[in-house]
Structures are given as structure tokens and as C-alpha cells.
């Protein structure tokens, strides 16, 4: 071959080489570019989870807190009817003070995650009716002293509610735990 064909055919060697080139330096780019917008989204739905995660486990201290905050009224005012020394009464009063803003945070939260209304309303109503029956306990242990000790049917009424309390919160937390 001469010298002007081999410079020929080197010069549409170059030209036939850098469009295969940038074309694999585009294809690449382009490449890095996707990847790089698909790691953003996925980064950004492992954060929305891990916020969702997080919402549901502290809705689920809450609904523990509630519980635990009912179990000490239920004891504070057995220690008293038992008793009838007022140093019982104290966890049964601050749990009472408690209760209300926990209850109170509880509903707010369950309401924003468009939780189950019916079973929030199930718990609402029943934990009225067992504080209203707590209330009225300690009361006629006021008034009637140790009398109040031989009406078995408020205890019976009192471990149904806590029973149907206890059944709502578990449901309620079932579903917080299938969000986490």
C-alpha cells in the first residue's frame, strides 16, 4: 500500500472510531445520570419508610403507655378500697392526669394515619365507662368505707371493660406493628 492510502485509511479509522467513542461515552453518561436519579428515589423512599417505621413505633409506646396508665389507675383504686389509706390513691391520681394527654396524643395520632375510627371509638367508650366505674368506686369507698369491698359486680363489670380495653389496644397495636 502506498503512504497516501495507509494516511487515507488511518484519518477514516478516526473518524469511524470517535463517533463509536462519544457514542459509548454518551451511552455511559446517560447511564451514571439514571442510576444516579434511581439511587435519589430509592434513598428517598428508604427515608419515607424509615419515618413510617418510626410514626408506627411511637404510636405503639403510646398505646402501651395508655395501657400501662389504666392499669395503674385500676390498681391505685383497688389499693384504696382495699386499704382505704390515700397513699394508694397517688398512682391512680397521676395516672388519671396522664391519661388524658396520652390518650389525647394517642387518638391524634391514630386519627392523622387515617387509622380504624370505629375501633378508636370502641376504646374511647369503654375506657369512659371503666373510669366513670373506677371513679364512682373510690367514691363509695369514701362514703361507705369496707361495705364497698362486698359488691362483687363491680369487679366483675371492671374485668370485662379492662378485658375489652386490653382487646382494642391489642388490635390497635397489631396494626402499628404491621406498619414497622
Known sequence: ??????????????????????????????????????????????????????????????????????????????????????????PYEQARRELSLSYGELRQRLLQEGGDRSALQRLEGFIERRLAQVDRNVEQRWTVGEAVLKDLSGYVSGKQLMDDIRAELLQLETAQAALV
Not at 26 to 36: D, E, H, M, Q, R
Not at 40 to 50: D, I, K, N, P, V
Open 1 to 90: 500500500m502506498c503512504a497516501g492510502t495507509i494516511a487515507l485509511a488511518r484519518q477514516n479509522m478516526r473518524w469511524t472510531i470517535f463517533p463509536l467513542a462519544l457514542g459509548l461515552l454518551l451511552g455511559g453518561s446517560v447511564a451514571f445520570i439514571a442510576t444516579a436519579w434511581s439511587q435519589q428515589g430509592s434513598q428517598q423512599e428508604l427515608a419515607r419508610r424509615a419515618e413510617a417505621q418510626v410514626q408506627a413505633l411511637q404510636t405503639q409506646l403510646l398505646l402501651r403507655r395508655v395501657g400501662a396508665q389504666l392499669v395503674d389507675i385500676e390498681t391505685g383504686q383497688r389499693g384504696f378500697i382495699i386499704t382505704g389509706q390515700t397513699a394508694f390513691l397517688e
